[in-house]
């Protein structure tokens, strides 16, 4: 098994987070540095890069992940005008690492965009010995397009008096697009390298990667079924470990036999911003629990909280939110989200703690492994371990979650873990799986719909046919039992479970789940359970889906659940206003 630890690397006032596999004894053949693609794609393929390092460990190699500047984990905002440039030093400052580690051979792999950010820094990357461009974005301006035209089908538009660009997953400042439009793989910054083109049929079939092709003149790998892979029309992606055997196998056929000791960074703390008065916001890689599930906590700004330099558990209780992830995504949140309102909490000296449940992102293996299911034993253990392991009084702690995240956000709070929780965009309302959702890889209602081509057509079945009856003319009694049996998924069985329980509940609805809401005979619900007591906010917003990328409905979630947080705990600098409060 391979050696791994996460490390902050590259320029203190502008900090990368990058993940580190070594063989087992510490000695590699070479270092390969894997360069992830961008947005959604990034969240969709993370298992499948981690997973490639794994195997290319198992050959004897070292292999470097890392999250380019203004993404990811890594320091930075995403919509800065100079990303382009931040990204291409990321990988200059990535392959610098891995050569200073002691590795004398290097290659370089780059997956779609991060084939393209990939080719175009490598005249100032030194020399490297062998190159794979997988499945390669060959132009930025071809990106963009693509990336344009599938944002507008999938999420629509947005409010043209932001002048920022969105793709999927992601927001860009018109500076940054524009560069990123200017880019094309020039195969001249690759002469006398090794390469591996690897792709698709049909795109190999394009003009722009046959030519690249015919002027690379290197090796060239064919990708059959990829999309299940890159764009995945389910909640999962499918990791292609044929594909992934393939290419750590002519990565390592070109390494060296001998092997040297390499010395990687091992810095698991960081300045990552400045609040607007210049103090120092930190974060630490953390394991959670006895499964040691990986985590970042963003620590407060407040001095007594926390040791003499800022870092470590806070030395008493203090503010804390707990993100919990969204479906099988790892701990970034709808394009980041979690990771920027981290370090806005923490200006405000709230603490936070952003964590992988088992079997996604960074918490257990990749290679081999088999998916976990959405909801399962295994998981529920995983979110009770992690609010345990942070000792925190559950008065000071509020959890947040989307979807997926949300009941599990609403599921510990109901056993005394925490006072507080924001539930965004939740449509699972019942308390209690059945049995039959423990091993599903996708939920029984709406969840993340997926960024790809539409299914092929289905067969209605009769409780689909039956439903919309049911939601407009069966009487709320039987409704409500429908949903207490787990029928149908019922708001008030959600919200008076709550309120029994004591806890402080917000719940926050893009305009896609508020119509689920209401659809689910939400309103009646709620004036029910209002009139036994319940104070819990209702926030609804008139833009925005389900899965929280569409830009103006993730705004809307940020100033939503800021407001949320800063009232909970006694601030007063955001605008409560946050949306429509539904009564």
């Known amino acids: 098994m391979d050696v791994r630890h996460a490390s902050w690397f590259g320029d203190p006032a502008s900090p990368i987070l990058g993940h580190v596999h070594l063989p087992a004894d510490r000695r590699a053949r070479g270092a390969v540095v894997l360069c992830p693609p961008l947005g959604k794609e990034h969240l969709d393929t993370y298992q499948g890069v981690k997973a490639l390092a794994e195997q290319l460990a198992e050959r004897g190699l070292a292999a470097v992940r890392f999250d380019y500047t203004g993404t990811g984990d890594s320091a930075g905002d995403q919509d800065s005008p100079d990303a382009v ?6 990988v200059v400052t990535a392959v610098e690492t891995a050569r200073a580690s002691g590795a004398e051979h290097i290659t370089v792999v780059g997956l779609r965009a991060g084939a393209l950010i990939a080719a175009t820094a490598l005249p100032e990357c030194g020399p490297v010995d062998a190159v794979v461009l997988w499945d390669p974005i060959v132009s930025g301006r071809a990106m963009l397009r693509e990336q344009r035209a599938l944002y507008r089908l999938a999420l629509g ?79 999962h992606s499918a990791i292609p470990t044929e594909q992934l055997t393939r290419i750590s196998d002519w990565v390592a056929a070109g390494a060296p036999a001998a092997t040297r000791e390499v010395h990687f960074p091992e810095r698991d703390r960081a300045v990552v911003a400045t609040t607007d008065s210049g103090l120092p916001i930190h974060e630490s890689v953390e394991y959670l629990g006895p499964n040691e599930m990986f985590a970042l906590r963003t620590h407060g700004v407040d001095p007594e909280r926390f040791d003499t330099e800022g870092f470590g558990a806070p030395r008493r209780s203090t503010p804390t939110v707990l993100f919990f992830g969204t479906a099988y995504e790892h701990r970034l949140g ?103 959702l423990r091993a599903d890889l996708g939920p029984n209602a ?91 906010d209702i926030l609804t917003s008139e833009v925005g889906e389900h899965s929280g990328r569409q830009r103006d409905g993730r705004e809307f979630l940020r100033t939503a659940v800021t407001s949320t947080v800063l009232s909970r705990f006694g601030s007063h600098t955001a605008d409560p206003a946050a949306g429509e409060y539904v009564s």
């Open 85 to 90: 440039a931040a990204w291409q030093r990321s």
């Open 157 to 235: 538009a947005d409010d043209p008096e932001d002048p920022r660009v969105s793709i999927v997953g992601g927001v860009l400042a018109p500076e940054a697009a524009d560069a990123l439009r200017a880019l094309k793989i020039d195969p001249r910054s690759l002469n006398g390298t090794r390469t591996l083109l690897a792709t698709r049929p049909t795109a190999r079939e394009t003009a722009a990667v046959s030519a690249l092709a015919t002027a690379l003149g290197g090796d060239e790998l064919s990708l059959d079924a990829h999309e299940s892979f890159v764009t995945p029309s389910t909640l």
């Open 334 to 436: 709808p394009s980041r989200l979690w990771v920027e309102l981290a370090r806005e909490f923490a200006s405000h000296g709230i603490s936070t703690i952003r964590f992988d449940r088992t079997g996604v992102g960074d918490t257990g293996t990749a290679h081999g492994a088999t998916p976990t299911p959405l909801y399962s034993d295994d998981s529920d253990r995983d979110a009770l371990d992690a609010v345990a392991a942070l000792g925190i009084d559950p008065q000071d702690l509020v959890v947040i979650g989307l979807c997926s995240g949300a009941w599990y956000s609403s599921w510990v709070a109901l056993r005394g873990a925490a006072h507080s929780a924001v539930l965004v965009n939740v449509i699972l309302w019942c308390t209690h799986r059945r049995k039959s």
């Open 446 to 536: 709406p969840d993340v719909p997926a960024i790809a081509a539409p299914a092929e057509p289905q067969t209605i079945s009769l409780r689909a046919r039956i439903k919309p009856w049911a939601q407009k003319y069966l009487p709320y009694p039987l409704w409500l039992l429908l949903g207490r049996l787990g029928v149908t998924q019922v708001p008030e069985v959600g919200l008076e479970a709550l309120r029994r329980a004591g806890v402080s509940a917000t719940v926050v609805l893009s305009a896609e789940d508020h119509r689920w809401f209401l659809t689910q005979r939400g309103e009646e619900g709620l004036r029910r359970v209002r009139r036994r007591g319940f104070t819990g």
